[in-house]
């Protein structure tokens, strides 16, 4: 995947900061991130959330608010409103770039801002929160020992996360003339509501308050225990998986096909350059994980390289026992396929060729069900060996590789 950089003018002609990040074959869709208070597009969760709905076909574009992260202005100038005419500066500069985005997503604050900012943008057809606020007045938990300083004096410096931030009164009477229940009464897009029930910085009682005053379609999606800023890797993919497959049926399908590789091409895309999570695109349909144990430095998060060549090995076998068993009429009620993969000398191995050289071993163990003949098991036993993988595994083969 590649991704762009670039800037353009938001609610009060500051220059915000962008990143607009494409799948990598063919763009299926357009999709804008808007980030949780105080936050960044660089947080792990937004760089790991967009990065995956990019994997799955969509042009992602991420921006930091007024006053954050690389974008100018001053923070303490902003409020809910600021950052809802953010959301619609950015959609158009999206539409510049490429296109107008059809999917909205929103994390925490961003996502109470994107359910406001939907009215102003026709393009889009479905929108997703992420432990999103049903009432940006709740913000003021948050600081709610500096209230009374905030209103005697205009404003207060209050501590968010570690960091200072300046908050006006201005801002506080912005989150208190706030609704969203007539946003959400006439959202005309389709409304997927996720949340954890364990989120101690916005209850999920909020959830249950989007989805009550949401018109359908509209669905929720349980983030079980996952925290609020979406920190674990695997509750960022997760995320984008689901949005990405409910997103299918209300955005428009138009993903790559690589007419040269008549099974579709599979695109691996690293999660984390600390680690060695990837993200894995077959086809431009399945998405999946591989990674490698965490013993070695990896998260465990998928199966390694090796688990999927010996995957292919299993379904392979089992497809193949499958047709020869249709073919001859066989009675075969059940398959179940185990592979385990070592290395060994080619000493150690029977038919192997090169002394002294290790060799890939399978150990494939086939478990049938069914009423047939000793005659018939031993034909389904033979027949295991000429699937293709088996074949491609036993043959040489060749790779070139090229530079994108």
């Given amino acids: ?58 042009a992602v574009l991420s921006f930091d608010f007024t006053g954050l992260g690389h974008s100018d202005g001053e923070f ?50 479905a929108v997703a929160t992420i432990g999103a606020p049903s009432d940006p007045g709740h913000l003021k938990h948050l600081f709610a020992n500096q209230l009374g300083s905030i209103e005697a004096l205009g404003e207060a410096e209050v501590d968010l996360g570690g960091r200072p931030f300046r908050i006006t009164s201005d801002f506080l009477r912005d989150i208190d003339q706030v609704s969203l229940k007539a946003s959400l009464g006439s959202l005309n897009a389709a409304l997927l509501v996720m949340h954890s029930p364990v989120d101690s910085v916005v209850d999920v009682s909020h959830a249950g308050e ?24 695997k509750d960022a993919r997760y995320v984008a998986d689901v949005i990405a497959t409910w997103a299918s049926r209300y955005v428009p399908e138009s993903l ?58 299993a379904a392979c076998t089992s497809m193949t026992i499958r047709l020869y068993a249709r073919r001859k009429k066989i009675p075969l009620d059940s398959i179940s396929v185990r592979v385990t993969h070592n290395k060994r000398h080619a000493v150690e191995c029977e038919g192997c060729e090169t002394a002294g050289a290790t060799q890939d071993h399978f150990v494939r163990t086939l478990s049938l069900g069914g009423n047939f003949t000793a005659e018939q098991q031993a034909s389904l036993l033979a027949i295991a060996d000429k699937c293709p993988v088996h074949r491609t595994l036993e043959a040489s083969a060749h790779i070139s590789t090229t530079m994108a």
Avoid: W
């Avoid at 494409?22 to 969760?45: Q, Y």
């Fill in 256 to 313: 790559d096909k690589d007419e040269s590789a008549p099974d579709g091409a599979v695109v691996v895309s690293e999660v984390d350059p600390g680690g060695f999570a990837q993200d894995v695109l077959v086809g431009g349909e399945h998405s999946l994980a591989a990674d490698e144990p965490a013993d070695i430095g990896g998260t465990n998060t998928g199966p390694t390289p090796y688990h999927f060549v010996s995957i292919a090995l």
């Fill in 210 to 233: 989007i989805f009550r005053f949401a018109s359908h379609p509209k669905s929720y999606v349980s983030l079980d225990d996952a925290d609020h800023l979406i920190r674990k890797a």
């Fill in 1 to 58: 995947m590649r991704s762009e950089e670039f800037v353009f003018p938001g609610h009060s002609g500051e220059s915000l900061s962008a990143r607009l990040t494409f799948p990598p074959g063919k763009v299926r869709a357009t999709a804008l991130f808007a980030h949780c208070f105080t936050c960044s597009k660089d947080i792990p969760a937004a760089k790991r959330i967009t990065s995956a709905l990019a994997h799955r076909g969509f």
């Fill in 76 to 125: 303490g100038n902003t409020n809910f409103t600021s950052n809802v005419a953010d959301i619609v500066f950015a959609a158009k500069a999206l539409e510049l770039k490429l296109q107008a985005p059809s999917l909205l997503v929103g994390h925490s604050l961003g996502g109470a801002a994107v359910l406001r900012a939907t009215s102003e943008m026709a393009s889009v057809t």
